[in-house]
């Protein structure tokens, strides 16, 4: 026998859960309905962050050597942790 509960979601409106063997099913369903209108959401009031990284990603996509794209990416991030390290230090936490 599958109970059914009723449950108030994020906006108040009542949803029907099922209760039993598959709840945790039902869980992670919800969980992955959330995730994706929080990338939904950020996808339509992108940050200055992610219009600069949709930037760099056009610019990428132009280059024809992959070696290149492979050697640019890891300069990019490699330059990104150092400032992240050197705010660290200048925090005292490094």
């Known amino acids: 026998m599958v109970m059914i509960r009723l449950r108030l979601s ?3 409106a009542k ?3 099922r209760c039993g063997g598959d709840d945790i099913e039902w ?3 919800d969980i992955l309905k959330q995730m994706a209108a929080s990338v939904e959401a950020a996808d339509r009031f992108p940050d200055d962050f992610a219009i600069f990284g949709n930037e760099v990603a ?4 132009l280059l024809e050597d992959p070696s290149n794209v492979t050697r640019l990416k890891r ?3 490699n330059l990104i942790y150092d400032a992240q390290d050197a705010e660290r230090r200048e925090a005292g936490f490094g």
Do not use: D, Y
Request: aromatic share 0%.
């Open 10 to 12: 994020a906006r108040g």
């Open 15 to 17: 949803r029907k859960t």
């Open 27 to 29: 869980q992670k369903l």
């Open 58 to 61: 056009m610019e990428l996509r």
């Open 75 to 77: 300069e990019i991030l």
